[in-house]
């Protein structure tokens, strides 16, 4: 089977990153892989200043084609696969439909996110064109694939003739995480702090990360001894420095970089909190609990299966909730996992269908 695959994951060219490990373990099930990567511009240069597209052939499996977003609408691939795979039924669900069709082939749409919940369109006048997009192409697709029950529900509610849903959760290899060792120690690194809040995010607005830090507000004046560790990179970075300021919370709540020991920051915090918006699957939540960390979260993605303590989108609650998990931690319960062998046979099935 001969697959091709859209999507904007940038670190898909990088040699060694998970990203990319991921497409060749789908190369060798599938037979053969050819990705588009869609990027809104070029960070290298090309002939003549051509920034159109690049073709870089992994093996004789996987090929990687980069390709600017406009471009995109009018490329015509030099193979002919037999089914495509966008992951999003959005801008790049529109652009694999195109080809899809112009091509004569199937199209499966992957869903990621929550995009029915209210909170997806709120403040988001792109996100509410998505959506009229999304209800748009669903029904014009041979298969659909969501990465959790909450997504299937949503979707059922819509009254649309919708082709087949197939749920296959993101994979997070939970026994990696359970035997990862300790390499770094949060409560070593900041020993002023009694009790660690974890939190690891994109800082971008759907995050709702200011929500954490003005619940901090209340949860430092009943015990100061708290901290908020955010771990993450994103646009909103600047606002939530400011925003934290404002607080009066700089020696309270603090900003890290990404990293890609994870796992000994949860292994090491208190609890992990997440305050999006919305989620479609939520792997950070299922991370923590392969972890062991008690988990705090607003009501999305996978917070009901992973055990979390459920909160609203309110500091009082949230505050509510950080003061009660201290006092009485809650083992996060993990929802059940398949094997890496059996979740690229799934892969392979839906794409086959």
């Not at 670190?11 to 789908?26: H, Q």
């Not at 770094?184 to 660690?196: S, T």
């Amino acid at each position: 089977m001969r697959v091709l695959m859209l999507s904007t994951d940038r670190k898909i060219l990088e040699e060694g990153s998970d990203a990319r490990r991921r497409m060749l373990e789908y190369a060798s099930v599938f037979g053969q892989l050819d990705i588009l990567l869609v990027v809104k511009r070029f960070k290298v240069a090309m002939p003549a200043g051509r920034q159109e597209s690049l073709k870089l052939k992994v093996n004789e499996k996987l090929t990687i084609h980069t390709i600017s977003f406009l471009r995109a609408f009018i490329w015509t691939p030099e193979i002919k696969p037999d089914v495509i795979t966008a992951q999003d039924p959005f801008e790049i669900g529109f652009i694999g439909w195109r080809i899809a069709k112009k091509l004569g082939v199937k199209l499966n749409l992957q869903i990621h996110t929550d995009f029915l919940s209210p909170y997806f369109t709120k403040n988001s006048f792109l996100n509410w064109i998505r959506v009229k997009i999304a209800k748009f192409l669903l029904p014009k697709a041979d298969s659909i694939r969501v990465v959790s029950e909450r997504i299937e529900t949503s979707l059922l509610t819509t009254h649309c003739s919708l082709p087949p849903i197939h749920v296959l959760p993101i994979y997070v290899d939970t026994d990696k995480l359970k035997n990862a060792p300790i390499n770094a120690d949060l409560h070593k690194k900041y020993p002023q702090f009694e009790k660690i809040i974890l939190m690891a995010s994109r800082l971008t607005k759907e995050k709702n990360i200011s929500l954490a830090i003005e619940s901090m507000k209340e949860v430092s004046k009943q015990n100061p001894k708290v901290g908020l560790i955010i771990v993450g990179s994103g646009p909103e970075f600047e606002n939530l420095k400011m925003l934290t300021a404002h607080c009066s919370l700089l020696t309270t709540v603090l900003f890290e970089p990404w990293t890609n020991d994870l796992a000994s920051y949860y292994k090491t915090a208190d609890i992990f909190l997440n305050t999006s918006w919305y989620e479609g699957y939520g792997m950070t939540l299922v991370e923590a609990a392969a972890c062991g960390t008690p988990i705090i979260s607003t009501d999305v993605g996978v917070a009901r299966e992973v055990s979390a303590v459920v909160v609203g989108w309110d500091t009082k609650t949230v505050a509510s909730g950080i003061l009660q998990l201290l006092h009485n931690p809650a083992v996060p319960k993990l929802p059940s996992m398949i094997s890496t062998t059996e979740y690229l046979e799934q892969y392979r099935a839906l794409l086959s269908q």
